[in-house]
């Protein structure tokens, strides 16, 4: 148990992110949950996490807004006493062809989904306590280069590439930075619009046959935080059963 850890998951009001929140939570962690817009949801598991035991606060901050980030982390200060581990969870994706993409596609995913986590990063570089871990989302999108997914694939391969980079430029730290890339994973928001045909069809992708859940991208993220983690770094983790 990592009683004495503190972690914060962005964009962990529901789906992935809720589920890396409250294993951790489990494992020991006091976790900070982060949200941009539903407040309720973040409220209801960090209500859900203290009821179990855990310890758990909320902090509202679009990751995209480095001012946001700074209080984030200042809160996570005040409320814990400090930050050992940041799930850089939070992201958005957007669909579209090259050539049919508008600026707004693009330009939102950028922010998002690759300066929020530069914007994270950049804190906890500053931050993070000896021992400390960053965990990026990437995506096996980053591999299977399906068409319509340039942008989102874009922000994900810069991801990898920041998580590579800044495990060598934290050095005699004692922080590791690694990044995991799941599948297509069974969530609300994943779900959601897809026809029973699509999703029987992205079930049937990976030689494990069924999409991911969240509960498996949680159980990977917690092996990275926890103790038997330690020796991994600059790695970037392919959760997706085989998908690529």
């Known amino acids: 148990m990592d009683s004495d850890k503190v972690a914060i998951v962005t964009g962990s009001s529901r789906g992935i992110g809720a589920a890396i929140a409250a294993r951790l939570a489990q494992d020991g962690h006091s976790v900070v949950i982060n949200y941009a817009g539903d407040a309720a949801a973040a409220e209801a598991l960090a209500g859900r996490i203290e009821e179990d035991g855990g310890r758990a606060v909320t902090a509202r901050a679009d990751v995209g807004d480095p001012a946001a980030v700074a209080r984030m982390f200042e809160a996570a ?71 319509t997914y340039a942008p989102y694939a874009a922000t994900k391969a810069g991801v990898e590439a920041m998580t590579r980079v800044l495990a060598k430029e934290l050095r005699g730290r004692n922080i590791t930075v690694n990044a995991v890339a799941p599948g ?30 969240p509960d498996d991208i949680a159980s990977v993220v917690a092996f990275l935080a926890g103790p038997d983690g330690a020796w991994i770094n600059g790695q970037i983790l392919r959760a997706n059963g085989g998908i690529v």
């Open 184 to 213: 297509p994973t069974a969530t609300a928001l994943f779900l959601d619009g897809k026809p029973q045909g699509v999703i029987d069809h992205l079930s049937k992708l990976a030689p494990l046959e069924r999409l991911g859940r």
């Open 77 to 147: 200060q005040a409320a814990f006493g400090g930050v050992d581990v940041l799930v850089n969870n939070a992201g958005i994706m957007r669909l579209a062809a090259v050539a049919e993409a508008g600026d707004d596609l693009f330009d939102s995913q950028i922010a998002v989904n690759l300066k929020g986590p530069f914007n994270t990063m950049r804190e906890a570089a500053k931050r993070l306590r000896s021992g400390g871990r960053i965990i990026n989302m990437s995506s096996s999108v980053v591999g299977l280069y399906q068409p």
